[in-house]
């Protein structure tokens, strides 16, 4: 009898532990199995977005047809080549500020799933997406302490609904000096500039090596001058101060020339590193806290306040975590504010598969969340799931990317989507004429703005299709730069990653 005890307690433990390693395996077959969406045709369309979103002279190859060369004397007033870049979201105004974010966001992408998107065969495309941005900002970066950081008014632009070849509203110039400073405009500019050196290192090692050299003269400028940036109200107003930025930059600057008085500054300004619940244009803690934890798993241990600040975001967006700050739709989407919320819905994704990345490499199995543990794998998961509700695994059963699946957004907020291509109708369209023809049509738009990303459903994951939206309807740069480097972790879920994951997630049977 002595013996069929023990035989028994052998049986129940080895049936725990294979129930544990079935429900983990189930957990890795929900990341590394086929999915239902093609991420790869996802990411396509997601930087060919930007390709209409140019100002500027459009080059031979430009792939978005209804677009023309628009915007082409920016800058002129004051003998400034401010020509190029990006038009923010569905208006005609270049703000700085978060191009230099959608920068930032594209090029730590391009860094961290470098191979997958090659594999895809859109590196080539997204170092061009990137290029556009990186080149406005160099130009706009006219001293050692005067950057542009605005192109165009925002009340009389909003006034109008043109297409950007027909624009006619005041090519206002905004910037910053050292008597009028806007520390968080110039450290996003260094942020933006240091990360996408390290995309073009060993490609365009001049163009990579002028990069890191105006990144740092910015991020002196920034540093140096510490005031917050206001010029931009009320559009983009900082609401986080600019203590995020500079760690944001520095971190960047230390990734890109391994200089160690990088490293030195956020150490010594670690004081300011936060705990928060959101990634944005505005707010940039966790970002550089995802930076400096890749620092602390690879040694430098005296970086441990980043890493904690790090885990508490994801403790603070994990459905279940005892430390939970967001609330989730009853579809499933992460639900951080009601005005275009796919922007921080993405972001937070992009920073939850980069960090797995970086614990799944250091061999760590997850972030205790108070009494709750949740793996590496689980942490993908909800990112995941952020991404699939997004192209149609979501209680509308849409895609909320224009022009992937059947069913999507066909009535963006965006003056030149809505308005007949230039090479259509040639003739100008005005202010009222835009308003009364084509913002007030129930018509779908007469271009389609492939890879566009709205701003997403309301809190029931109700999506109200409607030209006027603009807090769901809007597209905007950063909304698919944070995309891009969602749906690219997508891509990463190879043989290798899997076989990874269920090594640190194997069950050890111990000794009774």
């Known amino acids: 009898m002595k013996h069929c005890g023990v035989v028994l307690r052998v049986l129940v433990l080895l049936g725990c532990v ?110 061009t997406a990137i290029r556009w941005g990186t080149d406005l900002i160099l130009r ?12 165009g008014d925002g009340n009389s632009d909003h006034q109008c609904w043109e297409r950007p070849e027909d624009m006619d509203t005041p090519r206002t110039l905004y910037k910053i000096t050292s008597e009028s400073p806007g520390t968080e405009a110039a450290a996003e500019a260094a942020a933006a500039l240091s990360a996408a050196s390290i995309v073009f290192k060993g490609v365009h090692s001049n163009y990579s090596k002028k990069l890191l050299s105006q990144s740092k003269s910015l991020f002196e400028f920034a540093d140096k001058y510490r005031k917050s940036y206001s010029a931009s109200c009320p559009f983009y107003c900082s609401y986080s101060g600019y203590q995020d930025e500079l760690l944001w930059a ?51 241990k005296n970086l ?25 739709t009853p579809g499933g989407l992460l639900y951080i504010r009601d005005s275009s919320n796919l922007q921080y819905v993405l972001s937070s994704s992009m920073v939850l598969f980069i ?55 066909m009535q963006l907020h965006h ?44 809190s029931n994951d109700h999506f109200n299709d409607v030209r006027s939206d603009y807090s769901h309807a809007e597209p905007a740069t950063y909304i698919n730069a944070a995309f891009v480097g969602s749906v690219a972790a997508l891509l990463a879920e190879s043989k290798e990653e899997c076989l990874q994951l269920s090594q640190i997630n194997k069950p050890a049977i111990m000794a009774s």
């Open 250 to 300: 520095a971190a960047w600057l230390h990734a890109a020339s391994g200089e160690k008085k990088y490293l030195s500054y956020v150490l010594s300004n670690q004081g300011w590193s936060q705990a928060v619940s959101e990634f944005s244009w505005d707010n940039k803690f966790v970002g550089a806290q995802t930076l400096l934890a890749k620092e602390f798993y690879g040694g430098k």
């Open 415 to 458: 003056r030149g989507s809505s308005i007949p291509s230039i090479k259509v109708h040639p003739a100008k369209v005005g202010c009222n004429e835009g308003f009364s023809n084509y913002y007030s049509s129930s018509k779908p738009n007469l271009n389609t703005h492939v890879g566009a990303i709205v701003g997403g459903p309301d």
């Open 140 to 151: 706009a970066h006219t001293s050692p302490t005067t950057l542009y950081t605005q192109v």
């Open 18 to 127: 294979l129930s544990i390693h079935n429900g983990l395996a189930m957990e890795e077959e929900g990341l590394c199995s086929s999915s239902a969406y093609d991420y790869g045709d996802a990411l396509g369309k997601a930087i060919l977005f930007f390709e209409g979103q140019r100002s500027g002279k459009l080059p031979s190859r430009q792939r978005v047809k209804w677009r023309g060369d628009s915007a082409l004397s920016d800058g002129h007033t004051e003998k400034v080549n401010l020509i190029g870049g990006y038009y923010d979201a569905g208006d005609n105004v270049k703000f700085g500020w978060p191009m230099a974010f959608s920068v930032s966001l594209m090029s730590w992408a391009a860094i961290e799933y470098k191979k997958e998107i090659s594999s895809a065969k859109q590196l080539g495309h997204l170092r």
């Open 304 to 328: 441990t306040k980043f890493k904690s600040d790090a885990e508490s975001f994801i403790c603070a967006v994990m459905p279940r975590s005892s430390s939970a700050q967001i609330r989730t």
């Open 355 to 409: 960090y797995t990345k970086t614990l799944i490499s250091s061999h760590v199995n997850g972030v205790q969340c108070g009494s709750v543990h949740f793996s590496a794998t689980q942490i993908k998961k909800l990112a995941k799931s952020q991404v699939d509700y997004l192209l149609g695994n979501n209680p509308m059963k849409m895609s909320y990317m224009v022009g992937f699946g059947s069913k999507y957004p």
